[in-house]
């Protein structure tokens, strides 16, 4: 079964530094992977989505995400935090040619620091 | 384009009693989900519906079932809500080519008592 796992619950950066949110998947056929963003109390918004085109993959906000076979990873990054990137946030998987089931990870709550 | 809606937005039940979370889309969509969102464990599938008239189980469907009314609506019904019930129900519409973004509804809380 697929599976995704973000590590870190919580990740605190300050404000103008790097962000890095990690994804690893478990698939040996490389999945369609997704990156969603959750602001308090709303529902999730699509950041950015891996289908097989590019490898680095450039989403909403100033976000990218890298897709790299060899490490199954899918780490979202952005050079510089913004305050109203403080949020949570998804990483998720479909299998590829199977149903259109979105297996989430647990999620990282990202906190700016001024 | 309102996207995806549900009703209502924060529901009180009782353990026993009984409802139905509403979910609406106007994107056209085939595909149509419900999740459920608890802390630390992400977004879970419930049921999904690939089609008007076909709907199928998720990761947790028990204590669920869904109507797939029309291509728009989709309709998540607790029949005897237990208090492991309360959550965060979300209801998402897609595509139905694998790599199409899933769109979501603002959500809806759920405190069974």
């Known amino acids: 079964a697929q599976s995704v796992t973000q590590l870190g619950s919580h990740v605190s950066v300050s404000e103008g530094a790097l962000v890095l949110l990690r994804c690893n998947y478990s698939s040996s056929v490389p999945p369609y992977l997704f990156w969603y963003v959750q602001y308090p109390n709303q529902g999730l918004q699509l950041l950015l989505k891996y289908t097989s085109a590019a490898t680095l993959v450039k989403g909403i906000n100033g976000f990218e995400a890298e897709f790299k076979k060899s490490e199954t990873s899918f780490h979202l990054t952005k050079p510089s935090a913004h305050m109203s990137d403080a949020a949570e946030y998804f990483c998720?998987?479909?299998?590829?040619?199977?149903?259109?089931?979105?297996?989430f990870g647990q999620g990282t709550r990202l906190t700016i620091n001024p | 384009n309102a996207g995806v809606t549900q009703t209502p937005k924060f529901q009180v039940l009782k353990t026993g009693q009984s409802m139905t979370l509403q979910c609406a889309q106007d994107m056209n969509h085939n595909s149509m989900y419900w999740y459920r969102q608890d802390p630390g464990m992400g977004l879970r599938l419930i049921y999904y519906?690939?089609?008007?008239?076909?709907?199928d189980k998720g990761e947790v469907p028990n204590g669920y079932n869904v109507s797939r009314l029309n291509k728009r609506e989709f309709s998540l019904r607790l029949e005897s809500a237990a208090p492991s019930q309360t959550s965060v129900y979300f209801c998402?519409?897609?595509?139905?080519?694998?790599?199409?973004?899933?769109?979501f509804g603002p959500g809806t809380r759920l405190l069974v008592l």
């Open positions: 519906s690939a089609s008007e008239g076909t709907t």
């Open positions: 998402a519409s897609s595509g139905n080519r694998g790599q199409e973004t899933q769109y």
């Open positions: 998720a998987v479909i299998k590829r040619g199977g149903a259109q089931k979105l297996v």
